[in-house]
């Protein structure tokens, strides 16, 4: 089946520090690709999103760029600030399984003044 | 921008008690879903509908069942809390054109079952 694997947390960097956060995933199909972000107390919201090989999403300084080679869909940012702590979900939904998502465990980013 | 509207914020029940949560979407989207959220788990699906009516099972549907009445309500009901089922619970919402269509979320309702 579908499995999405991100990079456990927690992430603490300082403020305008450089942002990886590694996402695989494994699907039968042809995937479309999503980053989801949840500030504390609240839902998750779309961050970005890819649907085929070699796009880049981006969104707020965010990019993440879908590579079937590596079945890979890392989330990058080039300065955080403290407004980015939050938990970040990778997630995938394979033209398979419908409007399904498979999400990753979640990776909580904390960003210090 | 889309509206996925959660009933609750906050809701605190006893052991034993029918709890029903409730959803509401203003998108006219046919897909709805049901999630938990636990620490080092992720979310994981509970219940999904694809139209008025209809509902399909998803990963950990065990002691939950779901009602669609309206397409634009989705509720969510535990027929017997248990304290396992202290949680936070998200609802979710998208139209079902395509795979590349995100789902849109509420603001989530944190459970405790006394």
């Known amino acids: 089946g579908d499995s999405v694997t991100q990079m456990e947390g927690p992430v603490t960097l300082s403020e305008e520090a450089f942002l990886t956060i590694n996402c695989t995933y494994t699907?039968?199909?042809?995937?479309?690709l999503f980053w989801y972000v949840q500030y504390p107390g609240e839902g998750l919201q779309l961050l970005l999103k890819?649907?085929?090989?070699?796009d880049k999403g981006s969104n707020k300084g965010f990019e993440a760029t879908y590579r079937k080679e590596t079945t890979s869909f890392h989330l990058e940012k080039g300065s955080v600030q403290v407004s980015d702590s939050a938990v970040y979900f990778c997630?995938?939904?394979?033209?398979?399984?419908?409007?399904?998502?498979?999400f990753g465990g979640g990776t909580r980013l904390m960003v210090k003044p | 921008d889309v509206k996925v509207t959660q009933s609750s914020r906050y809701l605190v029940k006893r052991t034993g008690e029918k709890v029903f949560l409730e959803c509401v979407q203003d998108?006219?989207?046919?897909?709805m879903f049901w999630y938990r959220q636990d620490p080092g788990l992720g979310l994981r699906l509970i219940y999904f509908?694809?139209?008025?009516?209809?509902?399909e099972k998803g990963d950990i549907p065990e002691g939950y069942s779901v009602s669609r009445e309206k397409k634009e309500r989705f509720s969510l009901i535990l027929e017997s809390a248990s304290t396992n089922q202290t949680s936070m619970y998200l609802c979710?919402?998208?139209?079902?054109?395509?795979?590349?269509?995100?789902?849109?979320f509420g603001d989530g309702t944190r459970l405790s079952i006394l």
């Open positions: 979710a919402s998208s139209s079902p054109t395509g795979t590349n269509q995100p789902q849109h």
């Open positions: 699907a039968t199909g042809y995937p479309s």
């Open positions: 890819a649907t085929k090989a070699d």
């Open positions: 997630a995938l939904s394979d033209d398979n399984a419908g409007n399904m998502l498979t």
């Open positions: 998108m006219d989207h046919e897909n």
């Open positions: 509908s694809y139209d008025v009516k209809m509902k």
